[in-house]
């Protein structure tokens, strides 16, 4: 695998048991990388790692919950221990809770803040002197087209996308002083199991009209695709931010 552009390097994904995570996972493993795969899932992710080895890859299956400090700064930690290097740091890990701020269960808002905010903010700050001493480190935020876009009943996901892309931008201005690049990947509607956390009826109809409206959708292929391509571009390059959105959508 020494020709192939990742060869050498090491990538850690959070959110790696399906999904964007999981094909993220596959596409920088077929590109050479040593992968390291978080996520609470375990068995989910022993079967990943078992793919991924099965077809010549390296696979690290790590049980991380981003929302708690502790468990992210170990993912870290565990993926340089037992893969000697970090690389590329993939923070995917999400949640999407959907619905009316007023009479909403706060409960919900703080597992989004927890995971799409904090659980990010833990795993970069873990990851940045290992990114910083590999020489050519890259974190990629998966932020979401409601980062840039607000919409009614999305306000708490929103205030969770808008943070995300935020921090990108101040962090891609911190880490360049030690030549770590930074990408934003925001997309649009995935066909992922993301929309199907929602429990509220209303919320669940509003995603299905949408669906048949954009007609074809993203699949998680599409991402990963953005991500790859993001990571492999020569260290010259700092692709900065991917707004990727299905063909049929308009928001």
């Known amino acids: 695998m020494a020709d192939l552009p990742l060869s050498g390097r090491v990538a850690a994904i959070t959110g790696a048991s399906s999904g964007i995570g999981e094909a993220t996972a596959v596409a920088l493993a077929q590109a050479g990388a040593a992968v390291s795969l978080g996520a609470r899932r375990v068995d989910r992710l022993e079967a990943l790692a078992a793919r991924i080895e099965e077809e010549g890859g390296q696979a690290l299956a790590v049980e991380c919950d981003v929302a708690d400090e502790a468990s992210a700064h170990a993912f870290i930690a565990t993926t340089v221990e037992k893969l000697g290097r970090l690389d590329i740091l993939v923070n ?13 269960d706060t409960d919900q808002w703080r597992r989004m803040v927890d995971v799409n ?22 974190v990629v935020n998966v932020s979401s087209v409601a980062g840039r876009t607000a919409s009614a009943f999305v306000g708490v996901y929103n205030a969770t996308k808008w943070a995300v892309t935020g ?14 690049r930074v990408t934003c990947i925001e997309p649009g509607m995935v066909e992922t199991e993301l ?21 074809e959708v ?14 492999t571009a020569p260290p010259r390059v700092n692709v900065n931010e991917v707004l990727i959105r299905p063909t049929g959508q308009t928001r």
Do not use: W
Request: aromatic letters at 4%; charged letters at 20%.
């Open 92 to 104: 995917n890990a999400g949640v999407m809770l959907l619905g009316p701020i007023e009479g909403a």
């Open 117 to 138: 905010v904090l659980g990010l903010l833990y795993c970069t700050q873990a990851a940045l002197p290992h990114l910083r001493d590999s020489g050519h480190g890259h």
């Open 167 to 180: 921090f990108s931008e101040a962090l891609r201005q911190e880490a360049a002083m030690s030549k770590i």
């Open 195 to 215: 929309p199907t956390h929602n429990t509220n009826p209303a919320v669940i109809e509003t995603i299905a009209k949408m669906k048949e409206k954009y007609g």
């Open 218 to 231: 993203l699949e998680s292929e599409d991402i990963a695709a953005a991500i790859l391509h993001a990571v």
